[in-house]
């Protein structure tokens, strides 16, 4: 499957086998590292750049915890130019995921194939993240508030000629420019 954008990957990585914590009994523990340094769909309309961390799981009585830091990268809107931007973050994850005798039905559940799915709870941090405001640049100016355009450092520039420009001080290759127009 090919994207706009290029590949990606397919969210079944996000899906970890934990059935021989099962068997182990409560107690058992297990790391994960997890490094997917390449575009993946977490969801229809969900995609992470990229995804590194270490989670552990520990087999509990009713289920399988989930605990871990996670750094993720993902495109969202700059909240001051409306760009997108690679926005990296980084969560802390602590989920207990039920065992399917403990639970009717929850995205936080151990299937009935001894999987534990990541894909709900990281769509559910993005959305949280994605609530919070971010800048593509820490001296990103936005957009102006006459023209709608970008706002950028060259622009403050070009505007700070102008200005002069108009003050009388004319830049001296405008200078040149104007003798010729005499
Ligand atoms: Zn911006």
Same mark, same amino acid.
């Given at each position: 499957m090919n994207h706009p954008n290029g590949s990606y990957l397919n969210k079944r990585l996000l899906r970890l086998q934990v059935g021989f914590l099962l068997s182990a009994g409560p107690g058992a523990c297990r790391t994960f590292p997890l490094d997917i340094p390449q575009r993946l769909q977490v969801d229809d309309d969900l995609f992470v750049e990229s995804l590194a961390g270490e989670l552990a799981l520990t087999r509990a009585k009713d289920g399988v915890l989930l605990q871990g830091k996670l750094a993720i990268s993902h495109l969202r809107e700059c909240d001051r130019c409306l760009e997108p931007f690679e926005h990296r973050f980084e969560l802390d994850i602590a989920e207990l995921y039920a065992l399917p005798s403990f639970v =009717?039905?929850?995205?936080?559940r151990v299937d009935s194939n001894g999987e534990i799915d990541l894909a709900p709870l990281l769509r559910e941090e993005a959305l949280i993240e994605a609530s919070y405001r971010a800048v593509?640049?820490?001296?990103?100016?936005?957009?102006?508030? =006459?023209?709608g355009d970008k706002l950028s450092v060259e622009s403050d520039w070009a505007v700070a000629s102008l200005a002069k420009a108009e003050a009388g001080a004319i830049d001296p290759r405008m200078a040149v420019l104007k003798q010729l127009l005499v």
């Open positions: =009717e039905k929850s995205i936080f593509c640049r820490d001296d990103c100016r936005g957009l102006s508030a =006459e023209t």
